[in-house]
C-alpha cells in the first residue's frame, strides 16, 4: 500500500471510532436523562404551592361563609394565579361542606408525590378518609 493511502485509512478508522464513540455517549446519556424524570424537582415545587395555595383559599372561603364551596369554582375574590393552583388540583367535600379531601393532580408537568408536614393540616377541613380514590 502506498503511504498516503495508508494515512487515509489510518484517518478513516480515527474518525470512525469517533463516532461511535460520540453516539454512544449521547444514547447513555438521553437514556440517563430520560430515566431520571427531569421535571422531578419543578413538579413538587409546584405541586407543593398549588396545594398550599388551594388549601388557603378553600379555608378563607370557610372563614368568610361558614361552610366550604361545593366546587372550587365557587371560590370568590381570586386572582389570576390562583387559578392556576386551583385548576392544578382535584377537590371533594363532604355532603354537609364542613370537610374536604384536596389533593394535587399536576406540579409542573406531571403529578408530584408529596408529603406535607402533619401540622400543615391542623385547623383545616381537610379529611384523608374523603378521598375518592380509597
Same mark, same amino acid.
Given at each position: 500500500? =502506498?503511504?498516503? $493511502?495508508?494515512?487515509?485509512?489510518?484517518v478513516?478508522?480515527g474518525?470512525?471510532?469517533?463516532?461511535?464513540?460520540?453516539?454512544?455517549?449521547? %444514547?447513555?446519556?438521553?437514556?440517563?436523562?430520560?430515566?431520571? +424524570? &427531569?421535571t422531578?424537582p419543578?413538579d413538587?415545587m409546584?405541586?407543593? =404551592?398549588? *396545594?398550599?395555595?388551594?388549601?388557603a *383559599?378553600?379555608?378563607?372561603?370557610? !372563614?368568610?361563609?361558614?361552610?366550604?364551596?361545593e366546587t372550587? +369554582?365557587? !371560590?370568590?375574590? $381570586?386572582?389570576?394565579?390562583? $387559578?392556576i393552583a386551583? =385548576?392544578?388540583?382535584?377537590? $371533594? &367535600?363532604?355532603?354537609? @361542606?364542613?370537610?374536604y379531601? %384536596?389533593e %394535587?393532580?399536576? #406540579?409542573?408537568? @406531571?403529578? &408530584?408525590?408529596?408529603?406535607?408536614p402533619? #401540622?400543615f393540616?391542623?385547623?383545616t377541613?381537610y379529611?384523608?378518609e374523603l378521598?375518592?380514590? @380509597?
Amino acid at each position: 500500500m =502506498q503511504r498516503r $493511502t495508508k494515512i487515509y485509512l489510518a484517518v478513516g478508522i480515527g474518525v470512525f471510532a469517533f463516532f461511535c464513540v460520540m453516539a454512544t455517549v449521547l %444514547v447513555v446519556s438521553v437514556g440517563s436523562f430520560i430515566r431520571a +424524570d &427531569p421535571t422531578e424537582p419543578m413538579d413538587r415545587m409546584f405541586g407543593d =404551592q398549588h *396545594l398550599k395555595t388551594s388549601v388557603a *383559599l378553600i379555608e378563607l372561603h370557610k !372563614l368568610r361563609y361558614g361552610e366550604y364551596p361545593e366546587t372550587l +369554582d365557587h !371560590l370568590n375574590y $381570586t386572582g389570576e394565579w390562583d $387559578t392556576i393552583a386551583l =385548576q392544578s388540583v382535584e377537590y $371533594t &367535600p363532604n355532603a354537609d @361542606r364542613t370537610a374536604y379531601y %384536596v389533593e %394535587v393532580e399536576r #406540579g409542573w408537568a @406531571r403529578k &408530584p408525590e408529596l408529603e406535607m408536614p402533619p #401540622g400543615f393540616w391542623r385547623g383545616t377541613g381537610y379529611r384523608e378518609e374523603l378521598n375518592p380514590d @380509597r
